[in-house]
C-alpha cells in the first residue's frame, strides 16, 4: 500500500471505557435538566459558553496539554472518546471549538511561553474563545493570496485588511489572523504570519453575515489601523503558511467531519422499527457500515499524529469522505421516511432534518472544500 | 502484527512476483492450475498459516492469515489459498488430520445443503452444492453438514467419489457444482463439530474475502497511478487533468477504507467478536468495489477495457468477490436488522466499542 495511505488499527485502551461511560452519564444528566437539546452540527450551531464551563470544571478541555497550562496531560486518545461522545449527542460544543482543537495546540507548538501562561489555562476552564481568522472577501480556496497586512511600526505591528467566514468571531474573545508581514517574492506562501489579535480592541469591527437559516454564525472581521504588540506573534514572522498548514491534519481528521449528522441518523433509526423492511434495513447497514470504516480511519490518523507523524493525506481523506457521509445520512432519512422538514416543526426527527438540510452545504466547503481536497489527495500520491 | 508478519508478507509477495506472472493468471483462466506457484507457497509453510504447530501447521494467527490473502488478492493469485486455510482451520478444530494440497470446502453457499446419515458401521454424507471453489483441481474437500437430527458433523470426502460439473465466476476462477451421491466415510473421518459452527465458517470465509478485496483494491489503485502518470492526452500525462485527479483522489479514498476496515475487522474478530465488524468490512469493501472498478476502467480507457492489460484481472475478481459469503446488501440488510431490532444506542455502541 502506498505509504501516505496507510493507518494503523486503533484499539482504544482499557481505561477510556470508564471516561466514555463519565461522559455519557454527564451528558445524560443534562439532557435530563434540559441543560441542552439535541442538535445536528452542534460544533458549529450549538454556542453554550456555560456548557464550555461545564465541560472546564469537568476537565475536558485541553485535555491533552501540559499540566503546567492548566492541562490534564491525558492522552489523544482520551480526547477522542470524550470528543466524540459530544458530538453524538449533538451536544453545543461551538463556544470552546476552535480554542481546543486548533488554537491551543498552535499555541503550544509555537507559542511563547506568555502566550501559553495567560491564553491556555483559561481556554482550558471554557472562560476563553477563540475565532480563526484565514478566509478574506478575495481569498478563499486560494489562502495564499490574502492581502490582510501588518505593518512594523517601532515594536508594534499595525494591521488593515479584513477576514470574512470568521466563525462566531461575535462570541469569541480573540482570533488567529493569517496576514501579510512581507511582500511576496517568487513564492506566495512566503512573508506569511499568524497573530493573535483582541477582537474588542480599537479598530476592530466585527460585522455578522446571517446563514440561510437566518442564524448568526459567520462574521465579516474588519481591522483599521488595529495594533498589536510584538509578543501576539505566534511563532516566526513569515513562518504563518507552515504553521498553518500544520494545523491541518488536526482540522481535517476529527469526528466532527463525520458526525454532524449523527443526531439525525439516531433520531431517523427511533422512528423506524424492525418492520421497517428489507429496504430500510439495507440502508442502515450501509452508513452503519461507512460510519465504522470512517471512525477507524479517524482513529488511526489520531493515533499517527499521537507518534508525532503528519498524515496530511489520510487527513484529508477522512475529510472527504467523512463529509459526504454527512449527506448521505440526509439522503436516506429522506428516502426512508416521508416528512415535512422545518426548523419549528412539531418533531425531532423533522427540525433535526431541516436543520442537517440546510446546513449541509457548508460541511463540504470549511476547512478546505472537497475539490481542494481531492487536489491535495492526488498531489500526495503522485499524480 | 504479529512478530512473523513482516517475514511473511516478505516472502509470499516475493513468491507471488515470482510464480503469479500475467502469464500464469491467464493459463488458469484457460484451465492450467498454477501448480508452480503452489508448490512454492506450500514449501514455505504459506498453506498452513495460521494452524498451530504442534498439530502440522506452521503457527501464526489469523491476522497473519489474512495480510497472506491479502497479498494473494493483490496478485490475483489463481488458486484455492483462501479455501485451503480454511479448509485446514476446520480439521484442525475437528481433530481431524491436516491433508496436503490444494482443499476446497462445502457449503459454498449458505443455501447449499449437505446431510449426514449414520450407517451400520460408518457414516454417508449427501447432497449438493453449487459454486464450489476449485472443485475440480483438489483432491479432498472438507465438508461441514448436519445429521437428520440436527447435530453439526464436520468431515472431508476425496473428490474421486463426487460428481463435478465445471463452473466458473467472473474471473475465469473455477466455482464447480459438487454432487456428494452418498458417499460412505469411515468413523474415524468423522467429527462432531464443536468448536467452529456454520455460522463462525461463514463469517470467516467472508473475512477471506474482504482481505483478498482489499488486496485487488490496492492492486487496482496502483496500476491506476502508474497508467495516469505514464499515458499522454493532449501533450501532458491525464493524470494531470483536474477531472481525472479527482476521481483518483476518489478512488484512493475507498482503497484506504478498505484496507482499514480489513484490517480492523480481523482485529476485532479475533478479539472475539461477533459478525458485525466483519459485516461492516464486507460491506465497505463491495461499496469501494463499484466506485473503484468505475473509476479504474474509466481511467484506463479503451486499454483497461482489453484482455492484453491486467486491469482486469483484478476488477474482474471483485465483481466476483464482492457476492461471495454474502453481498453488501445481504450483509447490510442483517446488520440493519440487527441495528432496528435494538435501540437506538446500538449502532453508537456497535461502532465504539
Ligand atoms: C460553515 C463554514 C464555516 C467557516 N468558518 C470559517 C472560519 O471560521 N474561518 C475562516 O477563515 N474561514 C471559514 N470558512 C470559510 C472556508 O474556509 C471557505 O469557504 C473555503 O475555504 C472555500 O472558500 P470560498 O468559500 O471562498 O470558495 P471558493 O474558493 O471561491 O470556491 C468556490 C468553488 O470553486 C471551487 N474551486 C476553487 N478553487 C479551485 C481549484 N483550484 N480547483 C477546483 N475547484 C476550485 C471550490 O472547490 C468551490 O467549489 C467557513 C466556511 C463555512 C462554509
Redesign the pocket.
Known sequence: MLKELELPIVDLPKETENLREEVRSFLSAELHNESFTTRSDSW?SGFSADFSRKLGERGWLGMTWPKKYGGHERTAFERFVVTEELLAAGAPVAAHW?ADRQTGPLLLNYGTEYQRQTLLPRIVRGELFF?????EPN?????ASISTRAKKSGNKWVINGS???????HHAHYIVVLLRTATHGEKKHEGLSQMIVDLSAPGVTVRPIY?MTGEH??NEVIFEDVEISEGMIVGEVGGGWKQSMAELAYERSGPERFLSTYPLLKELINQLSETSGQHANIKIGKLASRLWTLRCMSLGVAGLLEKGDSPNIAASLVKDLGTQFEKDVIDVARELIPSRPSMNAPTKFETLLAESIL?A??FT????????LR?IIARGIGV | MSDIQPMLVDTATKIMKDFCTKEVINKAEEGEFPHDLWEALEETGMTSIGIPEDIGGVGGDLEDAMSLLKISGKFAAPIPLAETLLAKLILSFARLPLLNGPLSLLPAQNNDQISFRKTDDAWAVSGKAQYVPWARDVKNIVVFGATSAGQMIVSYVSTDDCQITQGQNLAGEPRDEVMLPDILIDNDRIAPSHNLMGEDIWNRGALTRTALMAGALENILELTLTYAKEREQFGRPIGKF?AVKQQLAVLAGEVTASGIAADAAVSAYEQGGQNQEIAMAKIQVGEAAKAVTNIAHQVHGAMGFTDEHPLHHSTRRLWSWQDEYGSESEWAELLGSEILENSSEQVWSMVTD
Open positions: 458549529l476552535f475565532a480563526i481568522g484565514l478566509s481569498s478563499g480556496s486560494d489562502l477576514k470574512i467566514w470568521s466563525s462566531g468571531a446563514l454564525h459567520f446546513h452545504p457548508g466547503l470549511r476547512g478546505g472544500t472537497t475539490e481542494i487536489s | 483536474q
